[in-house]
């Protein structure tokens, strides 16, 4: 591939980021969620996936580039792809986070892989968040998150996209939501999110040669998480690992699925596309066991 040489050189580089948890972004999101719009007190736990709403790429207009990230080469690699996805991502919650903490990533590229897929090349790339409370860095870090990356040529006339994989229907429980241009929207503008896949309908149509604007996988992956807690209120989030199987497009509605499994703590959780193909396949555990 084409100017790939160097990417493993960026194994192991680091960016370390301090943020506080502030109340309005919190506020923001419920809303975006159907919830509430309350700003929650100082010392309010924040939900799983929450610190999504910090430490915002926060990059100079002048250092973005045509598809809406910031132009590669500062802390990811620069890959030569044009297509960038999250694939998924797997986290363990050690210690709560709280409203009004100041916090600390520090942010290590694990991996970059390169592989040739049934459409072309390949470049995965895995990053490793460490979330620790406080100003700098700590030992044993409140939450640890790996994000998975992955890079693909553009859309070519005549692709064919694979079979899709159904979807279980054994759902405990299943929520319908409807992708609009406003929830995407708002998603996109509270994460701080410019990539165009998500707002820009010529963009992501005539460039990328997808049908719809995409649902931000990280949204998906937060929506399986509220479900969960709308079911198990008083559940506290102790492991959980999604993977984007299926990208979502806004032009038809899709469900969010789950079900308890038999050990009382984990819980399968899904997304469900509007012809019940597996959009996103993920794994919940709890604490303890649930008394609900």
């Given amino acids: 591939m084409a100017g790939s040489d160097n990417l493993a050189d960026w194994v192991g580089r680091t960016e370390t980021i301090t943020d506080q948890i502030t109340p309005t972004p919190c506020a923001a999101l419920a809303a975006l969620l159907d919830r509430p719009a309350e700003r929650p007190a100082p010392g309010t736990e924040l939900p799983g996936l929450w610190h999504w709403l910090y430490f915002l790429p926060l990059h100079r207009q002048s250092e973005i580039g045509p598809d809406g990230h910031a132009r590669r080469g500062g802390f990811m690699p620069p890959v030569p792809l044009?297509?960038?996805?999250?694939?998924?991502?797997?986290?363990?919650?050690?210690?709560?986070?709280?409203?009004?903490?100041?916090?600390?990533?520090?942010?290590?590229?694990?991996?970059?892989?390169?592989?040739?897929?049934?459409?072309?090349?390949?470049?995965?790339?895995?990053?490793?968040?460490?979330?620790?409370?406080?100003?700098?860095?700590?030992?044993?870090?409140?939450l640890i998150e790996y994000h998975d990356i992955v890079y693909r040529e553009a859309a070519k006339p005549g692709d064919v996209a694979p079979p899709p994989v159904m979807a279980p229907d054994t759902a405990a429980w299943t929520h319908e939501w409807v992708p609009d241009d406003v929830l995407?929207?708002?998603?996109?503008?509270?994460?701080?999110?410019?990539?165009?896949?998500?707002?820009?309908?010529?963009?992501?149509?005539?460039?990328?040669?997808?049908?719809?604007?995409?649902?931000?996988?990280?949204?998906?992956?937060?929506l399986l998480v509220d479900g969960l807690r709308r079911e198990r209120p008083a559940a506290r989030l102790a492991r959980f690992e999604f993977r984007a199987m299926r990208p979502i497009v806004d032009i038809n509605r899709f469900s969010i699925c789950g079900e308890p499994l038999p050990d009382g703590r984990t819980f399968h959780l899904w997304a469900r596309d509007h012809e019940g193909a597996l959009a996103m396949d993920a794994t919940a555990v709890i604490e303890t066991p649930d008394s609900h």
């Fill in 184 to 222: 995407l929207f708002r998603y996109s503008a509270l994460t701080f999110n410019g990539h165009r896949i998500h707002y820009d309908r010529r963009y992501v149509t005539e460039v990328e040669g997808y049908a719809g604007l995409i649902v931000h996988g990280p949204l998906i992956a937060t």
């Fill in 82 to 142: 044009p297509r960038r996805m999250w694939a998924g991502s797997q986290f363990e919650f050690r210690s709560p986070l709280r409203v009004g903490d100041i916090i600390t990533r520090r942010s290590t590229i694990e991996r970059v892989d390169q592989k040739v897929g049934r459409t072309g090349p390949l470049v995965f790339v895995r990053v490793r968040h460490e979330v620790s409370v406080g100003e700098a860095p700590a030992v044993d870090p409140a």
